[in-house]
T-cell receptor, first 112, second 109 residues
Framework: IAGITQAPTSQILAAGRRMTLRCTQDMRHNAMYWYRQDLGLGLRLIHYSNTAGTTGKGEVPDGYSVSRANTDDFPLTLASAVPSQTSVYFC???????????FGNGTRLTVT | SQQGEEDPQALSIQEGENATMNCSYKTSINNLQWYRQNSGRGLVHLILIRSNEREKHSGRLRVTLDTSKKSSSLLITASRAADTASYFCMADSWGKLQFGAGTQVVVTP
């Protein structure tokens, strides 16, 4: 079934550790996004990529990095996790500007 | 700041009733989209309305858009227990995407 796969589904991580959240799509969509969702704050954009080889910063990029080596994969890396990065992380893809977003089922991350 | 803001924050209704939620946004848009999120899952796209459209239907969903007031509404008719979810609007300003904080809808049998 076509869609977006995120891994892991959940993770408990010690503060200071490095972590990469994986996101893969098989729809050949051009744009991909990383959001974090926190209670009362809605969805906030971390980083995005309009096409393979390009990335951009969203609303809350500090402490996170991304890469887009190919169309399908868009990993999100926390170089040194902090407790404030405890959140649910969603990856999304979009075929073209103006079209709907497709979301993965998220990664629930707890930083202790 | 949130481009899309929604009210109410929460809504509790009985099966068979209609549910209405509203979304306001700040800048001009290309389109406005509505999404549903079930607990523990990702957002699922429901319906997209373009800036030159005033009303759109999809099954039991009806969306209106008033660009002069920068607002949109989502109506779910004859609600079912399975409609229990959070609903989000997303304002698309030519590639700049902003989500509202969502409306949590509970439909009781």
């Amino acid at each position: 079934i076509a869609g977006i796969t995120q891994a892991p589904t959940s993770q408990i991580l010690a503060a200071g550790r490095r972590m990469t959240l994986r996101c893969t799509q098989d729809m050949r969509h051009n744009a991909m996004y990383w959001y974090r969702q926190d209670l009362g704050l809605g969805l906030r954009l971390i980083h995005y990529s309009n096409t393979a080889g390009t990335t951009g910063k969203g609303e809350v990029p500090d402490g996170y990095s991304v890469s887009r080596a190919n169309t399908d994969d868009f990993p999100l890396t926390l170089a040194s996790a902090v407790p404030s990065q405890t959140s649910v992380y969603f990856c999304a893809s979009q075929r073209d500007e103006g079209s709907p977003l497709h979301f993965g089922n998220g990664t629930r991350l707890t930083v202790t | 700041s949130q481009q899309g803001e929604e009210d109410p924050q929460a809504l509790s209704i009985q099966e068979g009733e209609n549910a209405t939620m509203n979304c306001s946004y700040k800048t001009s848009i290309n389109n406005l989209q509505w999404y549903r999120q079930n607990s523990g899952r990702g957002l699922v796209h429901l319906i997209l309305i373009r800036s030159n459209e005033r009303e759109k239907h999809s099954g039991r969903l009806r969306v209106t858009l008033d660009t002069s007031k920068k607002s949109s509404s989502l109506l779910i008719t004859a609600s079912r227990a399975a409609d229990t979810a959070s609903y989000f609007c997303m304002a698309d300003s030519w590639g700049k995407l902003q989500f509202g904080a969502g409306t949590q809808v509970v439909v009781t049998p």
